[in-house]
């Protein structure tokens, strides 16, 4: 006989964070790996760029359908479809130089310019990483919109959501060392295996609340206790055109496109930055990025508390949640400062974009959630898969707008000026996107005809 826990839905909070833990520890070997492996094999910023822009490219795409597969196959399915694919990626980087010979082989044999051996196999591996990946955010969104009540749900979003810092920080505190020691290949493959362990308890643990055996009925009620007062669900299918008629849905996906990029900036970019800014290579850089993401961790979670601030001064939960995005998006201001004071410490930078990186989380935690303050929940995985395609197209951007002006810049023998400039993107590009948000949506409305 099952036993009826009591607040079984932090139980699911849970695994959504250890799967966004995962899904960042994968994710980042490469960025760690980036000062060793252009040096081994040649690359410049271009060509590291290109290898990540790949990743985000399909990530992107992939987002755009993940949400409308998950809403489809359920949460639970499609999770665990999500993660084994994104592990084997993971896996597959270890043997980049080998599927790398057979792509570039086959792309010559067919008459088509050859791609060098190690770009080619990394863009694949990241290809299948991407695609994997997109499914991470659609599910567990679904998840916390399925177990927890609109007035829970920001703060559940901002406690699996720091997940990513978590994955983050354990990176660059094991990733380097691995490598050291055992070879980059076996830090791929480590790191990727973890998500298999994952997957074996989330099919154990997860069903939805309605077949869900652990939950009290006192918890059942306390999680649907609004969905009579706000939402009609129903089997009707929509189609996404009808989904891109809504303001709120184009208001997502700009705050998305705008600011998405900027926190792969400092996921992709950091190792390299500090390499060349300060000469710190392999576990130079461990402390300093532990700190940096751990700050961010930090910024995750009082993200997802700020706008209950506000609930409870009477302000319903989409305002509540405008005005917490507000104040959070002046934070990443103090990131132009990094370079100007990038002379006197190097831990002046790192706090700095620290403080910006931990607002990104504090932003990305509220953002989410607007999608299930204003959506019904069928409609919830489709709509953080167009936003989520949104923000990998504004992710390409950054990231092939870095990697030109550091190699252009680094030809004139001032790199530096290249990361000024992207600093200033930065750290003006949550305004942008909270203004238009603002302008596109400026009062709550429930989204009722879908």
Known sequence: MSIKYNNYRWT????????????????????????????EFHWSNSDYANITAVFQFVYALSMLFAGRIIDKLGTKIG?????????????????????????????AWIGIGAVPVSIAGFMLSRAVLGFGEAGNFPSA?????????????????????????????????????IALKWGWEVAFILVGAIGFIWMFFWLLFYDKPSNQKRLTKAELDHITSEDELTENISNESFSWTKLLKYKQTWAF??????????????????????ESQFNMKSTDIVLPLAVLY??????????????????????????????????????????????P?????????????????????????????????????????????????????????????????FDYYESLGHIETGYTIMFVICSLAYLVAWSVIKYLVPKYKLIEDL
Request: hydrophobic share 55%; with cysteine.
């Open 12 to 39: 699911i909070c849970g695994l959504l964070f250890f799967a966004t833990t995962v899904n960042y520890l994968d994710r980042q070997v490469l960025s760690l790996l980036a000062p060793s492996l252009s040096e």
């Open 141 to 177: 969104i679904k998840a916390t919109a399925e177990y927890f009540p609109k007035k829970e749900r920001a703060f559940a979003t901002g406690i699996f959501n720091s997940g990513s810092n978590v994955g983050a920080i354990l990176a660059p505190l094991t990733v380097p060392i």
């Open 294 to 339: 751990s700050m961010t961790m930090v910024g995750s979670i009082c993200g997802g508390w700020f706008p209950i601030y506000f609930i409870k001064k009477g302000y319903n939960s989409y305002e509540a949640r405008i005005k917490a995005m507000f104040f959070i998006a002046i934070i990443p201001l103090v990131v132009l400062l990094a370079q």
């Open 253 to 274: 996906a700009f705050g998305k496109f705008m600011t998405d990029g900027i926190w792969w900036f400092f996921l992709f970019w950091l190792p390299k930055y500090l």
């Open 341 to 405: 004071l990038g002379h006197i410490s190097f831990w002046l930078p790192v706090i700095l974009i620290g403080l910006g990186a931990s607002a990104h989380q504090a932003w990305s935690a509220n953002i989410f959630t607007t999608v299930s303050d204003m959506f019904p929940k069928k409609a919830i995985g489709s709509i953080i898969g167009i936003g989520g395609m949104a923000g990998g197209i504004g992710g390409v951007l950054v990231t092939k707008i870095g990697g030109a002006l």
């Open 79 to 107: 999770y665990a479809l999500s993660i084994f694919v994104w592990s084997l990626g993971a896996i597959m980087h270890a043997y980049s130089i080998t599927v790398g010979t057979v792509f570039s082989n086959t792309l």
